[in-house]
């Protein structure tokens, strides 16, 4: 019974190149959550999706940052033009959605490098 | 959602119970009380939660005060591992995620 699972787990960009962020929810779930984490602080929320619909992305940045949770395959976290300030960890999550205890279901997270 | 405050860091010795406060004064009726924690670079890890009563699992027990305004999550005999920073959330419990995380407490397990 696999947990969410995400991909890379490091990755190493550039100043301008672009990072995609993979993020494959535990079987079952169909919501799916995107934080991200810089050094010593505590998860800022970004995004929600359900299957093909964002629900909300008040947390995300308007420019250069996109999201989807595709019908079939992981949902993505893509970062365009990356800035050293995008540096950070990120951190998916996934919930049965309705229902349930309301727990959230990390993965370990893709730690971003933008050099 | 409402705001939470928890001191920045802790030390407990091995073996004795943690007891972890946390405020959260503006909590409303239908807000729960979340705690998760982070080892060390890794993913959070769900503890517990609670809205009124106290809770009790396998990992911790959840005490919250009869005003609701503060909890205390208790790790009864903590270990090495149990070293990490513990967040403390409170949602409404028709939505799923928190907007913004607090910087939580660093737990350090002494032996």
Redesign the interface.
């Given at each position: 019974n696999a947990g969410v699972m995400q991909n890379p787990r490091h990755l190493v960009r550039r100043r301008g190149q672009e990072a995609r962020l993979r993020c494959s929810p535990m079987k079952g779930h169909s919501h799916v959550y995107w934080y991200r984490q810089l050094p010593e602080e505590g998860l800022k929320f970004m995004v929600y999706l359900q299957k093909e619909n964002i629900i909300d992305e008040s947390g995300m940045p308007k420019e250069r940052f996109s999201a989807e949770f595709p019908k079939e395959g992981p949902s993505i976290l893509r970062i365009q033009q990356v800035v050293r300030g995008d540096s950070a960890a990120y951190f998916c999550a996934s919930s049965p959605g309705t229902g349930g205890t309301g727990e959230l279901f990390f993965g370990e997270g893709s730690r971003l490098t933008v050099l | 959602d409402a705001k939470t405050t928890q001191p920045p860091s802790m030390d407990c010795a091995e073996g004795r119970a943690a007891n972890l406060p946390c405020n959260h004064s503006t909590i409303s009726g239908n807000e729960?009380v979340?705690w998760?924690r982070q080892i060390h670079?890794?993913?959070?890890?769900?503890i517990i939660?609670g809205l009124k009563n106290n809770e009790t699992n396998e990992m911790a027990s959840l005490i919250i005060t009869e005003d609701r305004k503060s909890s205390t999550l208790i790790l009864p005999h903590a270990t090495l591992r149990d070293t990490a920073v513990y967040?403390c959330i409170v949602?409404s419990?028709d939505s799923?995620?928190?907007?913004?995380?607090?910087?939580?407490t660093k737990l350090i397990i002494k032996p």
């Open positions: - | 729960y979340y998760y670079s890794q993913g959070p890890q769900y939660h967040y949602r419990g799923n995620y928190q907007l913004i995380w607090g910087a939580g």
